[in-house]
């Protein structure tokens, strides 16, 4: 909820902050940002009903998904995916 309800965009450059994370490095800046009406609390507690609501359709729709820990070294990240992917084809014998 912190790292969704916290996120401003300033308008004029189009750079993104975090209030707590990547705050604005001036008051001029910061004076200006902008919230995403999506990133209000209320839409976002929304967004997480409809979500809990229709995770176990999902899971058993695509039951042959594979969990991704995705807080980790991006190269990391890739090559479990690759490996999830990509499966070498059967040899023929003759």
């Known amino acids: 909820m912190e790292r969704l309800s916290q996120r401003r ?3 004029v450059t189009g750079q993104r902050y975090h209030t707590t994370f ?4 001036t008051p001029e800046i910061q004076a200006r ?20 609501r229709n995770i176990k359709d999902l899971e058993d729709f695509y039951a042959d998904a594979f ?3 995705a807080d980790q070294d991006p190269y990391v990240v890739f090559e479990f995916i690759e490996s999830c ?9 003759f």
Do not use: F, G, S
């Open 9 to 11: 965009t300033d308008p």
């Open 22 to 25: 990547r705050p604005a490095p």
């Open 33 to 52: 940002l902008r919230q995403n009406p999506r990133d209000q609390e209320e839409n976002i507690e929304k967004r997480l009903e409809t979500y809990y």
């Open 67 to 69: 969990y991704v820990n």
């Open 85 to 93: 992917i990509i499966k070498p084809l059967p040899c023929r014998k």
